[in-house]
């Protein structure tokens, strides 16, 4: 055998073993270390830390995890979750294969993915300026709507609460409040956002979406919320029909744009516990608060 052939020879022999030993490593996962450590959910706030043994912690339960090329499995008893992954800086993106997508956050990095994640936006007709966040892939006001427009209203007549909670609106002015570009978003537009931060049920009105999109102060009764996402919800109160205030600090009303019969309309409401309870009408010249979203 000649120089040539047995170097040919050894090439080939390498190559095999390489590709042998990395079709090994895919099979059975390579747990890489750049996913190992703390990170905190920007869907429903649990902690999570990961270590490099392939087991790991979420909230006080323990789980396993691997991958097997950009691929994600996290197990749980006998429960097992699997999708894709990507990695991107201190930001972990898996998207399960029944559809939904969770971002993982490092621990250390979580304020300035919420400053990363807020947009400035100025409404051109009155030149008032607001925050915006997007969730679940959507872009929501980060504030309560503060545009003086047909039956609109502070809180007990008291302009400095338009600063503090936006603009209370009847109905069918809150259809047509939002800026061009966005819209008063419907029923089913706030049941996507409470189910992309942690709501379960048809219109993620169970589980803790209320705690999550709710301010980290503001709140009366201790029910203020966690707000990973930096939705920064506030109990604006509402105005009934007959013109009297009542509930801020307590409760938040949020007009959607789905009517329930002639004279009511679907709302969201969130209170100091964890809900986002969406099984909610009032009369249509009820004053309550609107999150616009974007088009």
Request: charged residues 20%.
């Amino acid at each position: 055998m000649n120089f040539f052939t047995f170097n040919k020879l050894g090439r080939t022999l390498l190559m095999t073993a390489v590709l042998v030993v990395g079709a090994v490593c895919v099979s059975y996962g390579d747990n890489p270390s750049n996913l190992v450590g703390q990170w905190v959910s920007m869907n429903d706030g649990q902690k999570i830390e990961l270590f490099e043994d392939g087991t790991g912690v979420i909230g006080n339960g323990n789980i396993s995890w691997k991958t097997m090329g950009k691929r994600f499995v996290l197990s749980s008893g006998n429960t097992s979750k699997i999708g894709d992954y990507n990695l991107s800086g201190y930001e972990l993106t898996r998207t399960f294969d029944d559809g939904e997508v969770v971002v993982w956050v490092r621990k250390d990095k979580v304020e300035e993915y919420k400053k990363k994640s807020t947009i400035d936006f100025t409404d051109s007709r009155n030149g008032q300026k607001y925050r915006a966040v997007k969730i679940g892939g959507k872009t929501w006001m980060a504030q309560n709507l503060n545009y003086q427009t047909g039956n609109s209203w502070c809180y007990g007549g008291d302009n400095t609460n338009c600063e503090k909670y936006g603009r209370l609106y009847d109905w069918n002015t809150a259809k047509t409040a939002c800026p061009s570009g966005w819209h008063l978003p419907s029923r089913e537009e706030w049941g996507a956002l409470a189910v992309a931060v942690g709501g379960s049920g048809t219109y993620g009105d169970k589980g803790t979406a209320g705690k999550m999109l709710k301010s980290t102060s503001g709140w009366n009764n201790n029910g203020n919320g966690i707000d990973n996402n930096g939705f920064s919800a506030l109990p604006g109160g509402s105005r009934n029909s007959n013109g009297s205030f009542g509930y801020a600090g307590d409760y938040g009303d949020w007009w959607t744009a789905t009517e329930n019969g002639s004279g009511k309309a679907y709302n969201r409401y969130m209170n100091d516990g964890d809900l986002v309870d969406e099984d909610n009408y009032g009369v249509k010249s009820s004053g309550f608060s609107v999150r616009c979203l974007q088009d």
